[in-house]
């Protein structure tokens, strides 16, 4: 227990030999240590995770994890080596002010990946939703490319195949006035096959030969045009077979799709935004606690060893100073 304390004494950044001569402030300066301490723990918890999600190799997970760990753990024990106990709070908050900033930037940054874990299951199902989306949206824009060709040769189709059967209507229109003719029940209404009916009946067989005609000339375009349209049928799927669709799951995506869910989603965002203010509180947690904690004897003996040091330094210059200018004196 010895060791574990002594080490969080060292993560608090406070001046170990000193502190010893105040032994009341070493539970104090402990619990700030420890606070750092678990906040770079969590900070290569979330950098790891951040760099697993974009190349999923653990060597690399684990040494940046480690480094970046290490990194918010320096930074942190710095902020708070470097605030000192004055005799007014306002002034103590203003320099502590770019610290706090700076204390809830890295909270921001570090609770990102953590986030994305703990919405994991409901941001992969987002994610299935936006590659539906990108995939429409990707058969779309193909799409549009042959859309124009192929509604032109839909619609020259249906102005033959309508031809066709104008054609046809005709033909069925004429061989009924024959028909009639012949068995009295339209047309001169005398049951007959004179004059009248062979030629009603040279009608209908003239529109019979221009149906065949027409049948035959119409055909072959619906033929070739059909034939194109399968062709840019086959082009059409080709293009769609070429496009990527690899899953999206990058960190980028993740974020994105945890927008997507913080606007569709009211708990979620609330969630959200506790888990952030939870990392924010977190990090602040030891310039806070050093803010506004009362002044102790580790501070005035700490404030003592550097006012020594101050006087010893001007010591040192004065002499400095004097040796100087006796130097000057000889030398006139």
Known sequence: MKRIGDFFLFCSGAHVPLLRRAPTETNKYGGIGATIFFTGLLAAFSGGYALWCVFGQLWSTLLFGA?????????????????????????????????????????????????????????????????????????????????????????????????????????????????EEADGTGGSKVKNLGP???????????????????????????????KELAGIDSTFKATLAQLDRTHIDGLASQLDALGHLTEKSTPVRWANWFITILFITIETAPVFVKLISARGPYDDLLEAHEHAFIIYRKEKIEKREREYEGRMMVVR
């Open 67 to 179: 480094i970046w760990g290490l990194m918010i753990f320096n930074l942190d024990r710095y902020i708070v080596s470097g605030m000192k106990k004055r005799n007014k709070f306002s002034s103590e908050f203003l320099i502590a002010l770019p610290r706090i900033v700076l204390a809830i930037l890295i909270a921001i940054v570090i609770s990102k990946p953590l986030e994305l874990q703990v919405f994991g299951k409901e941001i992969r199902q987002e994610l299935i939703i936006m590659e539906q989306q990108v995939f429409k949206t990707q058969e779309e824009n193909v799409l549009s490319r042959y859309q124009h060709r192929m509604n032109e040769l839909n619609g020259e189709i249906t102005l033959l195949e309508k031809g066709i059967q104008t054609q046809a209507l005709r033909r069925d229109t004429l061989q009924k006035i024959a028909r």
């Open 196 to 226: 009248i009916y062979k030629a009603k009946k040279a009608d209908a067989d003239s529109a019979e030969i221009a149906l065949q005609r027409v049948t035959l000339e119409n055909g072959a375009l619906i033929a070739g045009k059909r």
